[in-house]
């Protein structure tokens, strides 16, 4: 990615940060330690995976994934565990320290836009909060995982199958069979997420 794409992207991930960050401070300690809607996480957890990944490096991520022996649940798992405060409070002073950061794993500043909005639901799904993004941003993440192969979290295999097109703006993307729905939808059926039922229409609802 080109530094003046760049430049467009980190802003957008800092706002989703503090727009979360905003969010957590409404929850009680009962719901930080509610399951997110990522099997197996609590928000709690969640929220400390944020932390581990604003702090990531690129020579941090590729150690730390030596010593994981390459098994990413490990990897996380690991990251969860040292950043995860002792109460609630704790965590969340941590996601504000990390919150201007630019830095993370070897990859495109994009896949931080995608982690900040997605782990964003995951965390807003179960507390029963709503955000509404900015189009930008959710035009910006849906592309970049509809480049980005599943191999390394994306999904250009789907992606490239069908024709995404939004029902809350102007945004089509690619050829193929119809996908429609909202662009955070449209998103998360790229993540791999469950969508709410009857969120998503077409013939390329069908094609996984």
């Known amino acids: 990615m080109s530094g003046k794409a ?7 991930v800092h706002a989703e940060r503090q727009a979360l960050i905003a969010d957590l401070g409404t929850l009680d300690r009962a719901q930080w330690e509610r399951d997110s809607m990522l099997p197996g996480w609590s928000v709690h957890d969640v929220a400390a995976h944020l932390v581990d990944n604003a702090l990531t490096t690129k020579p941090g991520f590729l150690r730390c994934l030596l010593a994981a022996r390459f098994d990413f649940d490990r990897l996380n798992q690991r990251g969860i565990e040292a950043h995860r405060g002792a109460s609630p409070g704790q965590t969340l002073q941590r996601l504000r320290a990390v919150a201007y950061r630019t830095s993370g794993p070897p990859a495109a500043p994009a896949s931080r836009l995608v982690e900040e909005i997605v782990h964003g639901e995951d965390i807003r799904r179960a507390a029963g909060l709503e955000r509404s993004y900015p189009h930008r941003a959710l035009e910006l993440a849906i592309g970049y995982q509809a480049r980005t192969g599943q191999s390394i979290g994306g999904a250009s295999e789907l992606a490239r199958r069908l024709q995404l097109v939004s029902e809350d703006g102007n945004f089509v993307l690619g050829l193929g069979p119809q996908l429609r729905g909202a662009r955070l939808d449209l998103l998360l059926r790229l993540t791999g997420r469950a969508v709410r ?3 998503l229409s077409g013939p390329g609802l069908a094609l996984r």
């Not at 760049?6 to 957008?12: G, H, N, R």
């Open 197 to 199: 039922p009857g969120a």
């Open 6 to 12: 760049a430049e467009l992207i980190w802003p957008l």
